[in-house]
């Protein structure tokens, strides 16, 4: 029942940015955490940042530090991740997810996807 769609992604160049959209549907998300990842070509996929929906606290993977920044609009069920300074080794398909409590690293503890949204950096 609980839909997510990603939307956002696209062709940009090295140092561009993009900012992308997870519109969450289907029961209310109190006590729930929302988080992107991103699965480069031929790599695992990997925690990117999450945000809890009721508080608004954020969490980043190191190596997202600084570049993203992720952000919730409670009034329009979703989600914005905004990716800056994008790099070449930024390109993946990103992913919006959700769990309920706080946010984990672990793909596997989320139980809810969407499809994904293509993020390609040229150089």
């Known amino acids: 029942q609980v839909q997510l769609v990603e939307s956002g992604g696209g062709l940009v160049q090295a140092g561009g940015s993009l900012r992308l959209s997870c519109a969450a549907s289907?029961?209310?998300?109190?006590?729930?955490?929302i988080a992107w990842f991103r699965q480069p070509p031929g790599k695992e996929r990997e925690f990117v940042a999450a945000?809890?929906?009721?508080?608004?606290?954020?969490d980043y993977a190191d190596s997202m530090k600084g570049r993203f920044t992720i952000s919730r609009d409670n009034a329009k069920n979703t989600v914005y991740l905004q990716l800056n300074s994008l790099k070449p080794e930024d390109t993946a398909v990103y992913f919006c997810a959700v769990r309920y409590g706080a946010y984990a690293l672990s793909q596997w503890a989320y139980a809810y996807w969407g499809q994904g949204t293509q993020v390609t950096v040229s150089s």
């Open positions: 289907g029961r209310t998300f109190s006590g729930y955490n």
């Open positions: 945000v809890s929906w009721s508080g608004g606290s954020t």
